[in-house]
């Protein structure tokens, strides 16, 4: 199994309150992503990074930041959180070759705001 | 823009039937396919891939061959386990893109004994 790890794996939280998520990996990998998963939506890509301090916007970017400072780890901010942030939190990797382009999962975040 | 349609679920089989779990996409140029797998509780695992058109990806049982006449990569399995009860994902990589991964929105399978 790819070296991904996330933390915590199961937050409650508050409505307004801030929450940072943290995903891990060991294996060197360029690229991370975060995506949130609900039901009848599949996993939709929230903000990905190609290379420390390179971040770029997914599909459902609006009220989350992201923030690289080293190659193993990516971490998800939600500045406020509302309700509708409620989800699991899925981070992933991969180092697209070509026309390779697996990605790696980590074991998810489960979130629940109040 | 690129998409991804799967077929609505929950799908639910008896022990040893056929599975088939319809996959329909929209992209330009020549995407990458995958089918990830979901058990209860864990994280996306690669189950099979597809890099051009008329490949077929294979693995543990589970076959689907890469149609671009179709714009299809369709799943399927002779013979399902109740440990094949998970859901499944088919999803693209764009060519040109940056390993940014479209999904469709899960197919539930359950297999009973």
């Known amino acids: 199994d790819a070296g991904i790890t996330q933390s915590p794996r199961h937050k409650v939280t508050e409505t307004g309150t801030p929450v940072t998520l943290r995903c891990h990996q060991t294996e060197n990998h360029r690229y991370m992503y975060w995506y949130r998963q609900d039901p009848g939506h599949g996993l939709r890509l929230i903000h990905y990074s190609y290379g420390v301090k390179d971040t770029d916007k997914g599909e459902v970017s609006d009220g989350y930041s992201v923030s690289r400072s080293k190659t193993e780890d990516f971490l998800l901010t939600l500045e406020s959180a509302t309700s509708s942030q409620t989800s699991v939190y899925f981070c992933?990797?991969?180092?697209?070759?070509?026309?390779?382009?697996?990605?790696?999962f980590g074991p998810g975040t489960r979130l629940t705001v109040l | 823009g690129n998409s991804v349609t799967q077929m609505e679920g929950p799908v639910t089989l008896s022990e040893e039937a056929f599975l088939t779990i319809n996959c329909t996409y929209t992209a330009t140029g020549y995407p990458s396919l995958f089918w990830y797998v979901q058990y209860p509780g864990e994280g996306l695992q690669l189950l099979l891939k597809?890099?051009?058109?008329?490949d077929k990806g294979s693995n543990k049982g589970f076959e689907a061959t890469y149609r671009k006449e179709t714009t299809s990569f369709h799943l399927e399995k002779g013979s399902v386990q109740v440990s094949d009860s998970a859901v499944y994902f088919c999803?693209?990589?764009?060519?040109?893109?940056?390993?940014?991964?479209?999904f469709g929105q899960g197919t539930t399978l359950q297999v009973k004994p």
């Open positions: 992933a990797i991969s180092d697209p070759t070509g026309r390779n382009n697996e990605q790696f």
């Open positions: 597809a890099t051009k058109a008329d």
């Open positions: 999803a693209l990589s764009a060519s040109g893109n940056t390993g940014k991964l479209i």
